[in-house]
């Protein structure tokens, strides 16, 4: 396809569809390979400063609202996922009555089951390793509604990595390694439940990072329209040991996090709120790897933002009595990009604090933003320090919504939500909401003193964190 037949705005965006937006002119190689050596299909475009501002108009204008309504042209891969069943070759991991699901629409008024509790957590090794306070909060509330470790939740060690980044990042893995990984997990899953006296599937996994999200989300459309993949990781998962009756176990539903905090935004306000939050301006940014990757997966809801954008965070935001505020690059990736943050570290850091950070605090003058994947919250929270060397003065806190939630339920800011581990300052917002920084420091650094005289406490008993399965 020529230039000039291309619509404004398809310039120079990454062919997944999950990475930041178009690259700037100049950094055309010799080489054949493309813009900053990312393939030939990264080309500069040369655009005029008048034709950019037509291109994002161009894009504004058809992502604002949601005008995509592909109707009978896209068929749900969840029915060819039962006749698969149906004609023997896999097992599907079905979410049941006891997991206590809650209906939502999909991008397409198509209906998804999110179970809410018997829930198996998929950690994430980039929210462990850099936003602990992310998946604690998230246990905290579990154990807020009484949910009982080890029967209503399972947050074992006997998982991995879902390797995306890896894959996204530097192209080294391929989709069979992706599909095995997607396949030993949900397996153990499904048979993590043994060791305890309940039959299989009796815990339903819950995946905590986006990035895992939409990678299993993809795998899973893969597995099932490919019946070559299918047994090329049949024979991997059966040296694994990782077959049911010589079958692969996929789930009926692939569940993120934000969902489940989306459908029990309404008992977390009306049962465990305690902070009002009316005054605070917060602003969201949806991870890519939700609602862009594998698209009709993701949650919408008429009364929120008149269905015209996905529902998650924005719901939560709302249900607390927050004041959530817009802002024109929405849309924009958060600059990680996978393959920016490895190879253009200063597109990556640019492209945060001048499309995000910046646009956020002149424009919604926000208090804070919540994002819900592992890869936005680092990008947008770690990299605010590169300004101050570009005089770029301007900073604000990034957490995830459940660690906001958290907060306004009265969870400890260092103990639970763990802020101590931001780099954006968090202590204004803090104080803003009614707490003592200085005094929840205090109280956390007597804490300390008691984690080193041997006296632990622990949101579960860590005896559940290991299955004991190969």
Not at 25 to 49: E, R, W
Not at 405 to 423: E, M, N, S, T, Y
Not at 442 to 462: C, D, M, S, T, W
Request: some cysteine; overall charge negative.
């Amino acid at each position: 396809m020529s230039s000039k037949d291309q619509k404004p705005g398809h310039h120079n965006v990454s062919p997944d569809g999950a990475g930041a937006g178009t690259m700037k002119p100049g950094f055309h190689n010799t080489d054949g390979q493309g813009v900053a050596g990312h393939g030939s299909f990264f080309q500069a475009t040369d655009l005029s400063a008048e034709e950019a501002v037509t291109a994002t108009e161009w894009v504004r204008k058809h992502v604002d609202r949601r005008t995509v309504d592909l109707g009978d042209r896209m068929d749900d891969v969840r029915d060819h996922m039962w006749q698969l069943e149906k004609e023997g070759e896999i097992i599907v991991h079905r979410i049941r009555d006891d997991h206590d699901p809650k209906s939502v629409s999909t991008l397409f008024g198509w209906d998804k089951k999110v179970p809410t509790r018997q829930l198996w957590h998929h950690k994430s090794c980039g929210q462990c390793g850099n936003i602990p306070g992310y998946p604690t909060s998230l246990l905290w509330f579990m154990n807020k509604f009484g949910f009982e470790p080890g029967k209503d939740y399972l947050d074992e060690t006997d998982q991995t990595s879902c390797t995306a980044w890896n894959y996204h990042g530097s192209g080294i893995g391929n989709v069979e390694s992706l599909a095995a990984v997607f396949l030993r997990n949900f397996h153990q899953a499904y048979v993590s439940g043994n060791r305890f006296g309940y039959e299989p599937g009796h815990f339903f996994p819950l995946v905590h990072c986006g990035t895992s999200f939409g990678n299993y989300k993809e795998i899973r459309k893969y597995l099932i329209e490919s019946a070559e993949l299918r047994e090329k990781v049949t024979k991997i998962l059966g040296k694994l040991g990782r077959l049911v009756d010589g079958k692969l176990v996929i789930p009926e539903e692939i569940i993120h996090y934000s969902e489940w905090v989306h459908v029990m935004r309404n008992r977390i306000a009306s049962e465990l709120q305690t902070i009002d939050v009316s005054h605070i301006r917060t602003t969201t940014h949806v991870a890519c790897h939700y609602y862009k990757m594998v698209h009709e997966d993701a949650v919408y809801d008429p009364t929120v933002l008149g269905g015209n954008r996905t529902a998650i965070i924005t719901s939560t935001a709302q249900a607390l009595g927050a004041q959530v505020i817009d802002y024109s690059t929405w849309y924009d990736c958060c600059g990680f990009g996978f393959r920016h943050i490895i190879s253009e570290r200063e597109f990556t850091r640019s492209f945060t604090m001048d499309r995000k950070i910046r646009v956020a605090r002149e424009e919604a003058k926000a208090d804070v933003m919540l994002a819900n994947d592992t890869g936005c919250v680092t990008t947008m929270d770690k990299n605010q320090w590169i300004g101050r060397s570009h005089e770029q003065n301007f900073t604000m806190p990034i957490m995830a919504e459940v660690q906001f939630a958290a907060l306004a339920c009265g969870a400890d800011p260092f103990k639970i939500v763990q802020l101590q581990w931001h780099a954006s300052p968090c202590e204004e917002l803090v104080e803003q909401m009614g707490i003592s920084w200085d005094e929840s420091k205090q109280r956390f650094q007597a804490y300390l003193k008691e984690v080193e005289a041997g006296n632990i406490e622990h949101l579960y008993n860590p005896e559940l964190a290991y299955g004991g399965t190969a």
